[in-house]
Antibody
């Protein structure tokens, strides 16, 4: 069975940084694109970023370009999202998902940006 | 940017009755490879999203056959043939042809 477990969320002040992790099991991680999606409290889903199997291609939503960096470690079956210069509007539950078209999802980790 | 517009945003349905959700895109979702990357997700209350349908009409493993997807170009539909209590939640369409954009979500509840 496929498992994705996010961690690293928490509360941070505007301008601060956080690094999210997603540990996966149950499938061959190195064979799949991976995706981050977020959901602000009470709001809909927003695609954030994704990364190719070997890390050679990365794509971001415009609102996080230059501030967030997606990466992966295939040896550790792990996906990451480095978030810098955080803003209040980045407050959300962040989900990792399998593939470009999000076939499996984790339970999410909450990021709160507030002073 | 591609805008995805769902309707209705709120859908009260009687148990056992059919339900239909429309999703329209501001641009054609036909990709250069000939495929159409339109996906449907279900998010039950308090849960993570779950993919139901990919590439317009392909049902994911474990998804009941009462769920079906159809459409082409810019107009797409998710249909539930007979709504059950476990179908309560929010349904999202998403395009994956021009990067990725979700619709606003349609909240399905039981009348």
């Amino acid at each position: 069975e496929v498992y994705l477990v996010e961690s690293g969320g928490g509360s941070v002040q505007p301008g601060g940084s956080l690094r999210l992790s997603c540990a996966v099991s149950g499938f061959t991680f190195s064979s799949f694109w991976m995706t981050w999606v977020r959901q602000a409290p009470g709001k809909g889903l927003e695609w954030v970023a994704n990364i190719k199997q070997d890390g050679s291609e990365k794509y971001y939503v415009d609102s996080v370009k230059g501030r967030f960096t997606i990466s992966r470690d295939n040896a550790k079956n792990s996906l990451y999202l480095q978030m810098n210069s955080l803003r209040a509007e980045d407050t959300a539950v962040y989900y990792c998902a399998t593939g470009r078209y999000m076939s499996n999802w984790g339970q999410g980790t909450l990021v709160t940006v507030s002073s | 940017d591609v805008v995805m517009t769902q309707s209705p945003l709120f859908l009260p349905v009687t148990l056992g009755q059919p339900a239909s959700i429309s999703c329209r895109s501001s641009q054609s979702l036909v990709y250069s490879d000939g495929d159409t990357y339109l996906t449907w997700f279900q998010q039950r209350p308090g849960q993570s999203p779950r993919r139901l349908i990919y590439k317009v009409s392909n049902r994911d493993s474990g998804v009941p056959d009462r769920f079906s997807g159809s459409g082409s170009g810019t107009d797409f539909t998710l249909k539930i043939s007979r709504v059950e209590a476990e179908d309560v939640g929010v349904y999202y369409c998403m395009q994956g042809t021009h990067l990725y954009t979700f619709g606003q979500g349609t909240k399905l509840e039981i009348k």
